[in-house]
């Protein structure tokens, strides 16, 4: 049985010598650099292929 995504689920995960915090809620996936506000967001359309701009390399 599978748990509703009704709040965001935070996770901090280290990538190089940087740490971030992953937020994964009901829109999508947000990315940050610890102590930012800003990161990379996707949303869950761009994640399983509605979006084929986040998907395309330097057009």
Do not use: C, F
Request: aromatic residues 4%.
């Amino acid at each position: 049985m599978t748990t509703k995504l009704d709040k965001p689920l935070r996770r901090e995960l280290e990538i190089g010598d940087k740490l971030y915090t992953l937020t994964i809620d009901a829109h999508g996936l947000k990315l940050t650099e610890k102590g930012h506000r800003k990161g990379v967001e996707l949303s869950w359309n761009q994640v399983a292929g509605g979006d084929e701009a986040a998907h395309t390399p330097g057009d």
